[in-house]
């Protein structure tokens, strides 16, 4: 049996406790934060939760000085352990609005929901077979201020896993409505061409993903070029390699996109640069 913290409180997985009235179940008023436990620490904490305020701020929540990333830290760590999950975690936090219809909110305080899944022994190295992916153009993400945002009206991201999962895909390339390339339903997409690195600018709708960050900056310390730009799914698919990266996994490498292949001759030289200032 496991256990979740809904607004400070812990309760049994089987609880139910979102009426039929929530804002979040019907219009998916909120966002959620995904971070990763190693060894009793959350990962890139400071940057997590600045994503997560910031989101707040966007989708103009009332946030009270007592919900501060303080008390989120130490509930986290609280329900890690009552869980047994210390050692490594996959930690979701999700923020959502309370009980109203379109135009009358019962209020803007954030409630919250903080759940806990162990990870495999061995989760962060590079996959040693390399992810299979197809290109999804059914739906396609908006470019607009909620796009870097992970909040929870998911649509797209949930199309394109269903299609990935019907095609025995094990990730989908999610494309904007420019048609570009945007991110994966899970990860920020890297390509390499001629040594040289590119990921989709934010201004393309991907997610500001925490790892995105993390890699562009480790990238220019440890000597690679990287450049975020306009990238076309013609681009990516005349690319050398191909990696996607998120907080979870760290850096995924892409074997096939629409049975295009990818090596990863340099990808495995980035991981052997980056992995040692997040493992």
Known sequence: MGWFNYNG???????????????????????FETMKMKAGNLVLEDEHFARLWK????????????????????EVLLIAKKNQHENAARIRITVFRSDGGLYDAADNFPNYIIET????????????NGLDMGIYADVKKSCDILSNLKHNNYLPYVMAALQAKKQKWNDAVVINNFGRICDSTIAN??????????????????????????????????????????ITVEELLNADEVFLTNSIYNLRWVKSINDKNFGNILTQKIYAAVAPTIL
């Open 9 to 31: 409180k812990i309760y049994t997985s089987e609880t139910a406790i979102i009426g039929a009235a929530n804002r979040g179940l019907r219009y998916g008023d909120g966002l």
């Open 189 to 230: 997409i890297f390509l390499i061409k001629d040594e040289v690195v590119y990921t989709p600018a934010l201004t393309e709708g991907c997610v500001a993903g925490v790892m995105r960050k993390f890699m562009i900056d480790q990238l220019a310390a440890t000597g690679f070029t990287c450049i975020e730009k306009e």
């Open 117 to 128: 899944w162990a990870l495999p022994e061995g989760n962060g190295e590079l996959n040693s």
């Open 55 to 74: 989101g707040m701020q966007v989708l103009q929540f009332t946030v009270p000085k007592h919900f501060n990333p303080d008390k989120l830290t130490a």
